[in-house]
C-alpha cells in the first residue's frame, strides 16, 4: 500500500505517514538521539499512546470536553519532552569507573566498620558509663547491666559491619563514623529520649564493586539538577526565552495558598508567560 499501517489502537490504525509527520514536525533537538529504527518506534509509541487517551476518554465520553482537549495536549507535549529529556539528559550524565571510584574513596564508603552501642536513658548515666569504661570496665558488661537496648543487649551491643549510610541509620553521625577507629568508643550520642555510647571494635576495606551500582545511582541523583539547569540554560539562550512581565504579574497576583495550580480566567490563562523564538 502507499501508506501502510504500522499499529492499530482498536479501530484507529496509525500510518508510515503519520509517524514520519510527527518526525519532521520535531525541531532537531527534540528528535530521537536514537538510531533509524530506534527513533521510529520511539514515535510510534508516542503516537499509540495518544490514541489510547483518545479511547479512554471516548468510552467515558470525556472526548468533547475541553478538559479532555487540555490534557491530550498535556499528555503529548509531556511525552514529546520525556523522550527529549531521557535522550539529553544522558548524554550528559555520563559517571566513569574513575570518577566514582574517587567517591567511593572520598566520602568513606571503602570503610566497613564494627560497632557495638551502649543505650541508656540519660546524659548523665551516659558519663557515669564513660568513667566506668575508662577505670577498665569491660564494654559488653556494661552493655549487659545497663543497655536499654533490646534488639542487641543479648549480643554485647553488637550491630554488625556498618557502612557510613548504614551507621547513619542507626544514629551514628558520619563524623563520629569517620573519626573512630578499632578500640575507640564515641562521646554520647543523643538519640532523642536516650543517648548511646559506640564502640568500634574493628574495621576492614570494602569492595568498591559491591557499592558501585548504588553510587553511580546515587551520584547520578546529585548530579541531576545542575545538569537539567545547564540544558535549560542552553535552550533558553537558543531560542530566546523571554519571561513576560504581564503573565508574570497575572501568576504574582493570585492567591498561592488558594490553589497549587491557580484558577485563571480564559483571558488570563492566555497570556504568556514565557515567549521564545518561533512561538
Do not use: W
Not at 568513606?108 to 564513660?130: I, P
Not at 532523642?192 to 551500582?213: H, K, V
Not at 551520584?219 to 530566546?240: C, D, W
Amino acid at each position: 500500500p502507499a501508506d501502510p499501517v504500522v499499529a492499530r489502537v482498536s479501530d484507529e490504525s496509525i500510518t508510515k505517514s503519520a509517524v514520519e509527520k510527527l518526525a519532521a514536525a520535531l525541531r532537531p533537538n527534540l528528535r530521537s538521539s536514537g538510531d533509524s529504527t530506534a527513533a521510529r518506534r520511539e514515535y510510534l509509541q508516542i503516537l499509540i499512546d495518544k490514541q489510547l487517551l483518545i479511547l479512554t476518554a471516548r468510552q467515558r465520553s470525556l472526548d468533547t470536553t475541553q478538559i479532555f482537549a487540555a490534557d491530550l495536549a498535556r499528555h503529548f507535549r509531556n511525552k514529546v519532552t520525556a523522550s527529549y529529556r531521557a535522550a539529553k539528559l544522558e548524554e550528559r550524565l555520563q559517571i566513569s569507573t574513575e570518577e566514582l571510584q574517587n567517591y567511593f574513596v572520598d566520602n568513606g564508603y571503602q570503610a566497613l566498620k564494627l560497632f557495638s552501642r551502649l543505650v541508656v536513658n540519660t546524659r548523665e548515666e551516659a558519663q557515669h558509663m564513660q568513667q566506668q569504661l575508662q577505670q577498665g570496665t569491660a564494654f559488653a558488661a556494661l552493655v549487659k547491666k545497663h543497655s536499654i537496648d533490646q534488639a542487641t543487649v543479648d549480643r554485647d551491643g553488637r550491630l554488625g559491619y556498618l557502612n557510613r549510610d548504614n551507621a547513619a541509620r542507626q544514629r551514628i553521625p558520619y563524623d563520629i563514623f569517620s573519626a573512630l577507629k578499632p578500640g575507640d568508643i564515641s562521646a554520647p550520642i543523643d538519640l532523642g529520649g536516650a543517648f548511646q555510647l559506640t564502640l568500634c571494635n574493628d574495621q576492614l576495606e570494602a569492595n568498591f564493586a559491591d557499592y558501585r551500582d548504588a553510587l553511580y545511582q546515587k551520584v547520578r541523583r546529585q548530579k541531576m539538577p545542575s545538569t537539567i539547569g545547564q540544558l535549560i540554560e542552553e535552550l533558553a539562550t537558543e531560542f530566546t526565552l523571554r519571561l513576560q512581565s504581564a503573565g508574570l504579574s497575572i501568576l504574582m497576583a493570585q492567591d498561592s495558598q488558594s490553589h497549587y495550580y491557580p484558577k485563571l480566567s480564559p483571558t488570563a490563562a492566555a497570556t504568556a508567560l514565557y515567549t521564545y523564538a518561533g512561538g
